[in-house]
């Protein structure tokens, strides 16, 4: 376990070369660790999970020192397995997208080269765990949060499939699609922090009783199937991310499973219909910051012009722009033909993976991301360039499918990621997987 605490952290945080991953540390004396499956462990934990002590800012000004009156489950699930909150960790404002670029606390920088993004939005998650302050963190995934910084990072990131963790104390993006998820330096640190976080709570109605994951480790994948989705591999993605992942194909090929391309025809819908589903939860789910109940008030003559000038303070451009493509999404004669219309894209996305897992696929392997981590700034004036960043990440997402990045190797010294996706409440399989790309890609933890 590492020996870096909150006080370490902050120092090297502080120096010149600092990541800003973090936006508050726990104070090293309050902490009383205990036993467990994570005794004694440091867990760094995404700025939208609810904290009783730090404060939860979601990145965003209208946030600023909100401290919650209660404890997200998964945080509450860390501490009860001995596990210890180092600090909250920096991310795009409410998660709001791919580089941590739009917090309002400043990007965080990518360990592996300062003048680019560790991806987001739970890049800071990424790049603590990317930098050794911490071996394991939360994040949460709506379209590619955990995924896409593990992979800019070269760490391993889990979502889970919809309904596996509480988002009790998870802040709301877009509900139907937000998951908590996990960060490890290994396959086995962000499995065994999943473990622990996992599990219905009666405080989130759609976490789901399921089976606890049933962990496997294979010697060989003989009698696996794993499927190369067409679309993803085809057209699109960087030369040098595109040899890691061939290299991963080949390890497993080797590994005894039998590789079979598949197609997934709506897979290029994914981005469309996303980009309006999930503006159009948020902007029903930030109408609540209203300078009523939470952080930010802007004081003003009356009630009206006190919300409008909170919110106009308090938001920044990425989640005004979102606000205002969601409540158009959803507004009287144009609900069916974006709202409905994004819905009945995500059932095909659905049907699609039905199809493919029906017939006897177990794991699909894509890219995490269509190229390594981009430059600060590179993606900020282009939103389209930013939003088709998940453009391999948001499928699992509309489908409620358990997907993971595992470090495939790099490129020029970036990090690369191989995705993996498992039928619904399938972790185990491609966790099992995961493993042994871990041992034959990166030559073991
Ligand atoms: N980049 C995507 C977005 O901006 C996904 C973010 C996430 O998963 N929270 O919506």
């Given amino acids: 376990m590492t020996a870096l605490g909150p006080d370490a952290v902050r120092r090297r945080e502080a120096a010149p070369d600092g990541l800003n991953a973090f936006v508050s540390f726990a104070d090293e004396a309050d902490d009383t660790s205990s036993d467990g499956p994570l005794a004694g462990a440091w867990v760094a934990v995404k700025d939208n999970l609810a904290t ?4 939860t ?14 404890e997200a489950t998964a945080v509450r699930r860390l501490r009860e397995a001995g596990g210890r909150v180092l600090g909250k960790t920096n ?37 603590a765990v990317a930098a050794g302050y911490v071996r394991m963190a939360l994040g949460s995934d709506t379209g590619g949060s955990v995924r896409q910084p593990a992979a800019f990072c070269g760490v391993v990131g889990i979502k889970p499939t919809y309904g ?25 640190d962000a499995a065994r922090l999943l473990d622990v976080v996992a599990g219905p709570d009666p405080r989130d109605a759609t976490s789901v009783e399921a089976q606890p994951i049933q962990h496997r480790r294979v010697e060989s994948l003989e009698g696996l199937t794993v499927g190369l989705p067409s679309e993803y591999w085809e057209g699109g993605v960087d030369a040098g991310v595109r040899l890691r992942l061939e290299a991963v194909r080949e390890a497993l090929r080797e590994g005894g499973a039998t590789v079979t391309a598949v197609s997934l025809p709506s897979t290029a819908r994914a981005i469309p219909a996303y980009y309006v589903l999930a503006p159009a939860e948020a902007s029903s789910n930030l109408s609540r910051y209203d300078g009523v109940r ?20 308090g938001f920044g451009v990425e989640v005004k722009r979102r606000i205002m493509l969601g409540a158009f999404a959803l507004s009287a004669g144009y609900y069916d033909a974006y709202y409905g219309a994004a819905q009945r894209v995500r059932r095909e996305i659905s049907d699609d993976f039905r199809a493919v897992f029906d017939a006897g696929v177990d794991v699909l392997l894509t890219p995490t991301t269509p190229g390594p981590a981009f430059r600060l700034g590179e993606k900020l004036d282009d939103p389209l360039a930013m939003y088709l960043q998940d453009v391999f990440t948001v499928p699992p997402n509309l489908a409620g499918l358990p997907a993971m990045s595992v470090p495939a190797g790099t490129v020029d010294g970036l990090p690369v990621g191989a995705q993996l996706i498992g039928p619904w409440w399938q972790e185990a399989t491609m966790i099992a997987v ?7 890609i990166e030559g073991g933890p």
């Avoid at 965003?60 to 009156?69: A, D, K």
């Avoid at 939470?294 to 303070?313: W, Y």
């Fill in 57 to 70: 800012t979601c990145g965003s000004r209208i946030l600023e020192g909100y401290v919650s009156p209660f």
């Fill in 91 to 127: 991310m795009d404002e409410f998660g709001m997208g791919s580089s941590t670029e739009s917090s309002a606390w400043g990007p965080s920088l990518n360990p592996h080269d300062r003048d680019r993004v560790p991806g987001g939005s739970s890049g800071g998650s990424a790049a």
């Fill in 434 to 440: 995961a493993r042994v790309i871990e041992a034959r």
């Fill in 52 to 55: 009783l002590e730090l404060p």
């Fill in 294 to 313: 939470f952080g930010l008030r802007t004081d003003a003559p009356d009630l009206a012009s006190m919300v409008r000038a909170t919110r106009s303070d």
């Fill in 164 to 188: 596996r963790v509480s988002r009790y104390g998870l802040v709301a993006y877009a509900s139907s699609l937000d998951q908590v998820g996990t960060f490890g330096r290994t396959v086995d």
